[in-house]
């Protein structure tokens, strides 16, 4: 996702796109280039870069800012991250098929190992 960050007119509300994005198994990677005034983020513009970062956050992709660094460092940083992504699954034991949002905690044993993942499914 390349935003601004500025939200001008959505007809749909933050958790539709995250539960859109997590229903589909997409992991949302948000590259965005947020204008400042007087070298501080407007209060429109922060409340965008949250809602980018949470969306990326919430669906196990990464937010970048493209004024903090080489845009090609983090489009290689992505490559990365897709060529050494693993799936995992496994099978609840809640049988139950309400579509209810299911919260998921991934640890790993190792210190120097980091897990980005999305934070749940939907029982469907």
């Known amino acids: ?59 196990g992709g990464a937010d970048f800012d493209a004024r903090q660094g080489d845009i090609r460092t983090w489009f290689r940083q992505i490559g990365e991250d897709l060529r050494s992504s693993y799936e995992l699954a496994y099978v609840s034991t809640n049988p139950v098929r309400d579509g209810s949002f299911r919260k998921i905690v991934i640890r790993t044993k190792r210190a120097v190992c980091s897990v980005r993942s999305k934070t749940g499914y939907f029982a469907r």
């Not at 749909?12 to 501080?40: C, K, L, N, P, W």
């Not at 983020?41 to 970062?53: E, H, I, Q």
């Open 1 to 59: 996702m390349f935003s601004d960050g500025e939200d001008n007119s959505s007809a749909h509300h933050m958790m539709d796109a995250i539960e859109t994005a997590q229903s589909g198994d997409a992991r949302v990677f948000a590259m965005r280039y947020t204008e400042r005034r007087h070298g501080q983020l407007t209060a429109r513009n922060k409340y965008g870069t949250s809602v980018m970062a949470r969306i990326a956050r919430e669906t």
